[in-house]
C-alpha cells in the first residue's frame, strides 16, 4: 500500500501568509441575499459598446482565431503607440516598447516579477487595489505600505515617500485615479513625487486604469510617464476595462523601456503565451473610434457621482469627493461601528452590498467603498436604505 | 457647448419629466442654474419639445405605420421647400426627410387602416403636380423607436461584488 499524501504539505509557505481577497468573503455573503442593490462592483454597468463586439464577431467570421504575437497584435501596439503619444505627448516604440496583456492584473504581476528579486521591497500605497501587495509577496518581494490621509484627500505625499525609501526599495506601485478613494493626482502632485523617485533612484509602477474616468475635464489625468524624465523610470499599466467597459474581454497592456518589457515579456511568454485576438481586435476599434462612447458613459458615472456623495454627506456620512474611478469613499466613525460591521450590517438588514474599507488597506479603516457604476434608480434606492439604516443605529 | 450644459441636456434626453431638483443634484449645479440653462436652451430652440416614446402596439392601438418614398420633379428656381411644405401640413404625415439616391423624399405616414393609409397617399400625394412617382411600405413592427428599443431583452446579470 502506498504512503497517504498530505497535499496541504506541498503548497508554497508564501501562500499561507497571503490572505484571501477581503471582497471574495462579501461575494460569498452577498450570494445569499435577495433583493440585493450591489454598490460592490468594480465594473462598468454598461455593455461593451455595439461596434466594439460588432468588430470582433466580424473578426471571428472571418477565421481570425490564431495567437498572436507575444507582444500582441503589431496594429493594437501600433494604435496605442499613436494613441499615448497624442493624448499625453509620451512616445512609445510599438516593437519594443509595448506589451500587450490579459488585463492589467496580468500586467501587475508581470511588471512585479520582472524586477523584484528576492528581498526586494516595493511600496504599496494604500488604500489601494487588493492584488498589489499578494503579488508584491508571490513575487519573493517585501511589500512596504505607505498609508494615505482623508485630510491629505488621499494623496501620496513626497515626504511620505522619502521616509518609506530604504536601500532594498526597487519601486513604488501607485494608483491615480485610485480605487478605492476616487483620489487623483495632479500634475504639481505628481511632480513633487517624481523628484523623490529620482532622487532615490527607484521605479515607478504606475496603475491608471481609471485615466479615462478623470471629472475635472479642463485638467485632466497627468500620466506619469509624460513627466520629465520619468519615461524610463515608470512601467506604465493601463487597460480597456473601465474606460470601455469591457472587463470580461480581460485585455489591457504595459508600456515601459524595452529593457524592462522584454524582462516582462519572458514571464509573458512563457506563462499566458499571447492575449486572445478577439480581444486585442475589440481593442484596436475602442481605440479608434470608442472615444464618443466612453465620454458618454464617463459623463454618467460623473452624474452619478454627485448623487451619491451629495446623498452620503446628507445621510451623515461624511464622503471625500472623489475626483476620479467610479468609487465613493464615505467615512462611517461616526456611527460608531467598524467598517466590517457597518457592511455586514447593512448588507444583512437592509440588502445593500458595499465593500469596507479595511479590505483595501488599514489605511481604509472607518471608511466604506460603495461604487456608483450603477443605475440612478439603484443609487436612488441604496441611499434611501442605507439613511434608513444610519437613523436605526 | 460647456460640459454643465451636455450634462442637462443627456438628463432631459434620458428622461424629458427630471426635474430641475434632480437635475441640479446629478451636475452639482442649484436648481436656479438649472432652471434659467434650460429657458436658455428651450429660447435659443436646442431643445425642441418634450416627447414621450410610447409603445403603440403595446398599447393596443390600432394605427398602421407606412414609409413613403417620393420621386419629385423640381422646376427651375424653385426647390423642394413649397413641396415639403404642403406634405408637412396633413395630419397623417409624421415625418419629411430629403434623402439621397434613387428617392428625392421619404414620408412617414399614419393611419387607422391600411386602406386609409393608401387612400391617403394616392389621393392626397400622388396627385400632387410634383410627384412623379410614390411606394408605400407598410412597417410589420417597429423594433426601436427614437433610440429606445421597444422588445424585452434579456437583461445581462453581473456578480453582485467584484474587485
Same mark, same amino acid.
Given at each position: 500500500?502506498?504512503?497517504?499524501?498530505?497535499?496541504?504539505? @506541498?503548497?508554497?509557505?508564501?501562500?499561507? /501568509?497571503?490572505?484571501?481577497?477581503?471582497?471574495?468573503?462579501?461575494?460569498?455573503?452577498?450570494?445569499?441575499?435577495?433583493?440585493? %442593490?450591489?454598490?460592490? &462592483?468594480?465594473?462598468?454597468?454598461?455593455?461593451?459598446?455595439?461596434?466594439?463586439?460588432?468588430?470582433?464577431?466580424?473578426?471571428l *467570421? !472571418?477565421?481570425?482565431?490564431?495567437?498572436?504575437?507575444?507582444?500582441?497584435?503589431?496594429?493594437?501596439?501600433?494604435?496605442?503607440?499613436?494613441?499615448?503619444?497624442?493624448?499625453?505627448?509620451?512616445?512609445y516604440?510599438?516593437?519594443? *516598447?509595448?506589451?500587450?496583456?490579459?488585463?492589467?492584473?496580468?500586467?501587475?504581476?508581470?511588471?512585479?516579477?520582472?524586477?523584484?528579486?528576492p528581498?526586494?521591497?516595493?511600496?504599496?500605497?494604500?488604500?489601494?487595489?487588493?492584488?498589489?501587495?499578494?503579488?508584491?509577496? @508571490?513575487?519573493?518581494?517585501?511589500? &512596504?505600505?505607505?498609508?494615505?490621509?482623508?485630510?491629505?484627500? @488621499?494623496?501620496?505625499?513626497?515626504e511620505?515617500?522619502?521616509? $518609506?525609501?530604504?536601500?532594498?526599495?526597487?519601486a513604488?506601485?501607485?494608483?491615480?485615479?485610485? +480605487?478605492?478613494?476616487?483620489?487623483?493626482?495632479?500634475?504639481e502632485?505628481?511632480?513633487?513625487?517624481?523628484?523623490?523617485?529620482?532622487?532615490?533612484?527607484?521605479? &515607478?509602477?504606475?496603475?491608471e486604469v481609471?485615466?479615462?474616468l478623470?471629472?475635472?475635464? +479642463?485638467?485632466?489625468?497627468? !500620466?506619469?510617464?509624460?513627466?520629465e524624465?520619468?519615461?524610463?523610470?515608470?512601467?506604465?499599466?493601463?487597460?480597456?476595462? /473601465?474606460a470601455?467597459?469591457?472587463?470580461?474581454?480581460?485585455?489591457?497592456?504595459?508600456?515601459?523601456?524595452?529593457d524592462?518589457?522584454?524582462?516582462m515579456?519572458?514571464?509573458?511568454?512563457?506563462?499566458?503565451? !499571447?492575449?486572445?485576438?478577439?480581444?486585442?481586435?475589440?481593442?484596436i476599434?475602442?481605440?479608434? +473610434?470608442?472615444?464618443?462612447?466612453m465620454?458618454?458613459?464617463?459623463?454618467?458615472?460623473?452624474?452619478?457621482?454627485?448623487?451619491?456623495?451629495?446623498?452620503?454627506?446628507?445621510?451623515?456620512?461624511e !464622503?471625500?469627493?472623489?475626483k476620479?474611478? @467610479?468609487?465613493?469613499?464615505?467615512?462611517?466613525?461616526?456611527?460608531?461601528?467598524?467598517?466590517?460591521?457597518?457592511?455586514?450590517?447593512?448588507?444583512?438588514?437592509?440588502?445593500?452590498?458595499?465593500?469596507?474599507?479595511?479590505?483595501?488597506?488599514?489605511?481604509?479603516?472607518?471608511?466604506?467603498?460603495?461604487?456608483?457604476?450603477?443605475?440612478?434608480?439603484?443609487?436612488?434606492?441604496?441611499?434611501?436604505?442605507?439613511? $434608513?439604516?444610519?437613523?436605526?443605529? | 457647448?460647456?460640459?454643465?450644459t451636455?450634462?442637462?441636456?443627456?438628463?432631459?434626453e434620458?428622461? $424629458?419629466?427630471?426635474?430641475?431638483? =434632480?437635475?441640479?443634484?446629478?451636475?452639482?449645479?442649484?436648481?436656479d442654474?438649472v432652471?434659467?440653462?434650460?429657458?436658455?436652451?428651450?429660447?435659443?430652440? &436646442? %431643445?425642441?419639445?418634450?416627447?414621450?416614446?410610447?409603445?403603440?402596439?403595446?398599447?393596443?392601438?390600432?394605427?398602421?405605420?407606412?414609409?413613403?418614398?417620393?420621386?419629385?420633379?423640381?422646376?427651375?428656381?424653385?426647390?423642394?421647400?413649397?413641396?415639403?411644405?404642403?406634405?408637412?401640413?396633413?395630419?397623417?404625415?409624421?415625418?419629411?426627410?430629403?434623402?439621397?439616391?434613387q428617392?428625392?423624399?421619404?414620408?412617414?405616414?399614419s393611419?387607422?387602416?391600411? =386602406?386609409?393609409?393608401?387612400?391617403?397617399?394616392?389621393? /392626397?400625394?400622388?396627385?400632387?403636380e410634383?410627384?412623379?412617382?410614390?411606394?408605400?411600405?407598410?412597417?410589420?413592427?417597429?423594433? /426601436? *423607436?427614437?433610440?429606445?428599443?421597444?422588445?424585452?431583452?434579456?437583461?445581462?446579470?453581473?456578480?453582485?461584488?467584484?474587485?
Amino acid at each position: 500500500m502506498r504512503k497517504a499524501c498530505t497535499p496541504s504539505k @506541498f503548497v508554497a509557505d508564501v501562500m499561507n /501568509k497571503v490572505p484571501p481577497s477581503g471582497i471574495r468573503r462579501y461575494f460569498d455573503l452577498a450570494s445569499g441575499i435577495d433583493d440585493v %442593490i450591489s454598490l460592490g &462592483v468594480g465594473e462598468p454597468d454598461y455593455i461593451t459598446p455595439w461596434h466594439i463586439r460588432e468588430a470582433c464577431i466580424h473578426s471571428l *467570421e !472571418c477565421g481570425e482565431t490564431s495567437y498572436t504575437s507575444n507582444y500582441g497584435l503589431l496594429e493594437l501596439r501600433e494604435s496605442l503607440a499613436d494613441h499615448f503619444s497624442a493624448k499625453y505627448g509620451v512616445s512609445y516604440n510599438p516593437d519594443s *516598447e509595448i506589451l500587450v496583456t490579459s488585463g492589467v492584473s496580468e500586467a501587475l504581476d508581470v511588471a512585479i516579477r520582472a524586477i523584484t528579486d528576492p528581498g526586494d521591497e516595493i511600496i504599496v500605497v494604500q488604500p489601494s487595489y487588493v492584488a498589489y501587495v499578494p503579488s508584491v509577496m @508571490f513575487a519573493g518581494g517585501v511589500p &512596504v505600505i505607505i498609508s494615505t490621509k482623508l485630510e491629505n484627500n @488621499f494623496k501620496l505625499t513626497a515626504e511620505e515617500l522619502k521616509a $518609506a525609501i530604504t536601500p532594498k526599495t526597487k519601486a513604488v506601485i501607485i494608483n491615480y485615479p485610485n +480605487n478605492p478613494t476616487g483620489a487623483t493626482m495632479g500634475r504639481e502632485d505628481l511632480e513633487a513625487i517624481a523628484d523623490v523617485v529620482c532622487e532615490h533612484d527607484i521605479m &515607478v509602477i504606475s496603475d491608471e486604469v481609471y485615466d479615462c474616468l478623470t471629472y475635472d475635464y +479642463n485638467n485632466g489625468h497627468t !500620466c506619469f510617464a509624460s513627466l520629465e524624465g520619468m519615461r524610463e523610470r515608470t512601467i506604465l499599466l493601463n487597460g480597456f476595462s /473601465k474606460a470601455y467597459a469591457m472587463t470580461g474581454f480581460r485585455l489591457a497592456y504595459a508600456m515601459a523601456s524595452p529593457d524592462i518589457i522584454s524582462a516582462m515579456m519572458l514571464i509573458h511568454q512563457y506563462s499566458m503565451l !499571447c492575449a486572445p485576438i478577439t480581444a486585442q481586435i475589440g481593442a484596436i476599434e475602442a481605440l479608434r +473610434n470608442g472615444t464618443d462612447e466612453m465620454m458618454r458613459m464617463v459623463r454618467s458615472y460623473d452624474r452619478r457621482r454627485h448623487l451619491i456623495v451629495n446623498g452620503l454627506n446628507k445621510i451623515g456620512l461624511e !464622503c471625500f469627493e472623489p475626483k476620479g474611478a @467610479f468609487y465613493a469613499f464615505p467615512s462611517i466613525e461616526s456611527t460608531g461601528l467598524t467598517s466590517e460591521e457597518f457592511a455586514e450590517r447593512l448588507m444583512n438588514e437592509q440588502h445593500v452590498v458595499t465593500i469596507p474599507g479595511n479590505v483595501f488597506g488599514d489605511a481604509g479603516t472607518g471608511f466604506l467603498r460603495c461604487s456608483y457604476a450603477t443605475s440612478l434608480e439603484e443609487i436612488e434606492k441604496a441611499l434611501e436604505r442605507i439613511g $434608513a439604516f444610519v437613523d436605526g443605529l | 457647448m460647456d460640459d454643465r450644459t451636455r450634462h442637462i441636456l443627456e438628463c432631459l434626453e434620458e428622461d $424629458a419629466r427630471m426635474g430641475h431638483e =434632480k437635475i441640479a443634484a446629478l451636475t452639482g449645479l442649484t436648481a436656479d442654474e438649472v432652471s434659467k440653462r434650460v429657458k436658455e436652451l428651450e429660447d435659443s430652440g &436646442v %431643445i425642441r419639445k418634450y416627447k414621450t416614446v410610447i409603445d403603440w402596439d403595446l398599447a393596443g392601438d390600432e394605427n398602421v405605420y407606412a414609409i413613403i418614398e417620393l420621386k419629385v420633379s423640381l422646376e427651375r428656381t424653385i426647390g423642394y421647400q413649397p413641396l415639403v411644405e404642403r406634405l408637412y401640413k396633413f395630419p397623417e404625415v409624421r415625418s419629411v426627410r430629403l434623402l439621397s439616391g434613387q428617392y428625392d423624399l421619404s414620408l412617414t405616414v399614419s393611419g387607422k387602416t391600411m =386602406k386609409e393609409v393608401a387612400f391617403f397617399v394616392a389621393e /392626397k400625394i400622388s396627385t400632387l403636380e410634383q410627384v412623379q412617382h410614390t411606394t408605400t411600405h407598410f412597417v410589420l413592427k417597429t423594433y /426601436k *423607436e427614437d433610440g429606445i428599443i421597444l422588445y424585452e431583452q434579456d437583461h445581462v446579470t453581473r456578480l453582485p461584488v467584484t474587485p
